[in-house]
């Protein structure tokens, strides 16, 4: 069936520098995604969100970037901190109403 | 803005003994979700409920596995008779069911089933 996958499911840098975690995704219907961020024993938290009109969005810290030609998504993380070690999980939505798939899943690991 | 609340935390049964899990939702979001997140993988829809109406239960293992919404609010999901491979942890998730929006999450309760 369809689904949402990660490219890597372990991604190690440095603090300070830039993280990029990669999503794919295959049902063309999705038009709505999360990036969402897990640390151990809590329950996901969002981070972001893009929907399928936009191709780039900026937070605090945090820019996604969605590629509906390839069917990709992307989170970069900018000065990466080491509070910002968790796993990371894109979802997409296709449509109201519908609730969210997630992929895989990408742990990304801080180090000093 | 309190969040989404779940209990028990942890929960560890025998197979073949049953267990329920009570979630409260954002006060207000008519959409509640329970997820099943094996360890390693992410979380997997098991049931969607709009306010106490079922919108998906494709993916809930109906010999095994029952969930209620009654009133609306509060939320119950059951496992009887429980198996090995149950062992995961439950998250609820609610949102405010207008258009697409984002799923506010509990801390989830993970059970072990030995």
């Known amino acids: 069936g369809e689904n949402v996958g990660l490219h890597l499911p372990t991604l190690s840098v440095q603090e300070g520098d830039n993280s990029i975690i990669n999503c794919a995704y295959s049902?063309?219907?999705?038009?709505?995604f999360i990036w969402y961020k897990q640390e151990s024993g809590k329950g996901p938290q969002f981070i972001i969100d893009?929907?399928?009109?936009?191709d780039k969005r900026q937070g605090q810290r945090v820019t996604v970037l969605l590629n509906k030609t390839v069917k990709h998504l992307s989170l970069q993380i900018a000065a990466t901190q080491p509070g910002d070690s968790a796993v990371y999980f894109c979802a997409e939505n296709r449509g109201t109403g519908y609730a969210l798939n997630f992929g895989k899943g990408t742990s990304l690991l801080v180090t000093p | 803005e309190a969040g989404v609340a779940q209990s028990p935390r942890y929960k560890i049964i025998e197979k073949r003994q049953s267990v329920a899990f009570w979630c409260n939702p954002i006060?207000?979001?008519?959409?509640l979700y329970w997820y099943q997140q094996i360890l390693g993988q992410g979380p997997k829809l098991l049931i969607q409920?709009?306010?106490?109406?079922?919108?998906?239960d494709s993916q809930l293992p109906k010999d095994r596995f029952s969930a209620e919404r009654l009133k609306g609010v509060d939320s119950t999901l059951k496992i009887q008779p429980a198996k090995l491979e149950d062992s995961a942890v439950y998250l609820c998730?609610?949102?405010?069911?207008?258009?697409?929006?984002?799923?506010?999450f509990g801390q989830g309760t993970r059970l072990t089933v030995v």
């Open positions: 998730a609610s949102s405010t069911g207008r258009g697409n929006t984002e799923a506010f």
């Open positions: 409920f709009q306010n106490n109406g079922v919108v998906d």
């Open positions: 006060s207000g979001h008519a959409t």
């Open positions: 893009i929907r399928s009109n936009m």
């Open positions: 049902n063309s219907a999705s038009d709505y």
